[in-house]
């Protein structure tokens, strides 16, 4: 099947059937479940194959060619790979509320000061460097961060047709927060059902482009606006993020049981400060101590999504507004591209389709 040209039915039930029993990369998931097979020749020993993947992994197409590779070698008798990859992201809501939104994930925490938003931020632009079209929503009524982290803290919101706001985009992001249209000190005086409407109209009333994900940067806590985030938005699911704190653990888990109450799927877990990573030898030390985002994510049957260290370099970057992702090819970018594709994979099993919002108070 090497030297001759063979039929393209032929050789993509050939593919099928060996990614059939394969894994996908390193994900432990099957091959197949996120990768669909389009079409596939052979020649001159070259595979050349078109697929598509349910999760934004564009940046790896080198070692998705790399594994193809190793799989099919001795299966179709080639020497190399050459793929098209595109990226087609499922969709789970179908609300007519904001129809141009595959899937809304919101980003959560129990308490305050475990690096929430910088953590979104990032998970943001992972997603979009893996080829999804991305909006990130400052769901922080009180204290909104976006506009600060995205270097557009002087910017404001406009609408060019007086009825819907034109999101503001950075670094490929379609973003809106409440800090684009009002002083902090004006927001914050704001009583509960005061924030929770303002946070329904940044959502409603955005004329938010075609976005396979919509990242909601949740405040800290269990309060009015995420029972409103929860209840009277079409959310596909939430990822909660903790430290190894016994006290950030603790509170994490009231947001865990939040979402279970309010029929939010918990995606999973995602361990931020998780070890202090020393920027001269690259020593890890668990300064929070060590385990607790398993021991979480095992008490409540859900991922670890992933662990992500305690360096100044990240910090450093959110404060400059250019988020640590900016530099897709860094190590401390690593974490967060591995974060991006396991809470995707975990997005596209659960099955869930959401066609109305609740219309509670």
């Known amino acids: 099947m090497g030297i ?19 894994s996908f990369l390193s994900l432990n998931t099957p091959y197949l479940s996120v990768m669909d097979v389009k079409s596939a020749t052979t020649k001159s020993k070259r595979l050349t194959i078109e697929m598509v993947s349910n999760i934004p992994c564009l940046h790896n197409q080198t070692v998705i060619e790399a594994q193809l590779l190793d799989l099919l070698k001795d299966v179709l008798n080639i020497e190399a790979v050459k793929l098209s990859l595109a990226f087609d992201a499922k969709r789970i809501n179908r609300s007519e509320t904001v129809p141009s ?38 769901a922080d009524i009180y204290g909104p961060s976006v506009p600060s982290m995205f270097g557009a803290a002087q ?46 109209q940044l959502l409603n009333e955005t004329n938010w482009g075609a976005l396979d994900y919509l990242v ?26 903790t430290t190894p704190q016994n006290l950030a653990l603790n509170d994490a888990q009231k947001g865990i049981s939040m979402f279970n109450k309010v029929d939010v799927p918990v995606l999973g877990v995602i361990e931020n400060m998780s ?7 690259g020593h890890h030390d668990p300064v929070f101590g060590s385990d ?25 970057d959110i404060e400059a507004g250019v988020p640590t992702m900016l530099k ?34």
């Not at 979104?120 to 929503?137: F, I, K, M, R």
């Not at 973003?175 to 914050?188: D, F, P």
């Not at 997005?347 to 919002?357: D, E, P, V």
Request: glycine share 10%.
């Open 292 to 316: 607790g985002g398993d021991a979480l994510a095992g008490d409540n049957d859900v991922p670890l999504l992933g662990k992500l260290p305690l360096v100044a370099q990240i910090a450093m």
């Open 216 to 241: 909601v940067d949740m405040p800290p806590g269990t309060g009015d606006i995420q029972l409103t985030m929860s209840g009277q938005v079409p959310v596909s699911g939430a990822v909660v993020v």
């Open 4 to 22: 001759f040209s063979s039929s393209s039915e032929c050789v993509a039930a050939l593919v099928k059937s060996t990614l059939q029993s394969a």
């Open 155 to 200: 910017e404001k919101a406009l609408s060019q047709d007086g009825k819907l706001l034109a999101p503001l985009v950075r670094h490929g992001i379609q973003t809106m927060s409440i800090g684009y249209l009002v002083s902090k000190e004006e927001a914050t005086v704001w009583r509960g059902p005061m924030a929770s409407r303002a946070l329904g």
């Open 101 to 138: 939104i595959k899937q809304i994930v919101l980003v959560a925490s129990g308490k305050g000061g475990v690096g929430k938003s910088t953590t979104a931020a990032n998970l943001a632009l992972a997603l979009a460097h893996g080829g999804a079209n991305v909006g990130l929503l400052d």
């Open 328 to 361: 897709p090819n860094s190590d401390l970018s690593a974490p967060y591209l591995d974060i991006a594709q396991a809470l995707t994979i975990k997005l596209n099993q659960t099955n869930l389709t959401i066609t109305t919002m609740a219309t509670g108070e």
């Open 275 to 281: 070890y202090h990573q020393c920027s001269a030898c």
